[in-house]
């Protein structure tokens, strides 16, 4: 009776851990496959939706990632279960690539329409700020346009935008120096200067102005 006893109850413990194991294989099937399908699921998301909420789906990522690896324990097929993990890291990798390039194309888009506004079209390339350009005749006239394209649009610009635009100042401000030594007219250093006064009471109340409103807005 003992005896019977003894294997009956190894058979259940038996059949507890098998059924348990069954579990988790089965919990871990449906963690890869919850992966997969979330990777998946991002080739549909725009990519104005993806810049806006990008630390969200990089954190949702590497959240279900890490649930993903953890659930590599328990497959059933561990192999292939590292092979779908992989195929959806290459596939998560690919879209990145693919959405950032995309994000820097439009933000790129913007820096080149915000110069060519200011400026005159093609006279600030991308990845060139010399203003080799600029020389003692002419800019007065770069200074006012400047002041002026800002002036008129001041109240619509994005933080992206009054960032660019004090890149340009600061830029055209290092030209202004050699043009100074090049024969600049007391008149016209004069002008500029008057305009730079004007400048740059405004610029420091927009971006503060924009800050406020920026973190307003991410409440």
Known sequence: MKRKNLILGLAVIVASFTSCKDENEQRAEETVDRYESYVDS???????DAKANWQAIEAAYQQRTSEAEAALENAKDRAKAEERLAESRAKYDAWKVRVQDEINAEANSGSRQLRDTMFGPGKVADGDMSFSWVNKDNILQVYQNFYDTYSANKDNYSREELDEIKLLYEALDTRKNTVEKEGLSAEDNRKIA?????FAPSFKWERITSKAEENDAAK
Do not use: Q, R, T
Request: glycine content about 0%; hydrophobic content about 65%; aromatic content about 0%.
């Open 42 to 48: 991002l080739s549909n998301v725009a990519v104005a």
């Open 194 to 198: 008057a305009l730079k006064v004007k």
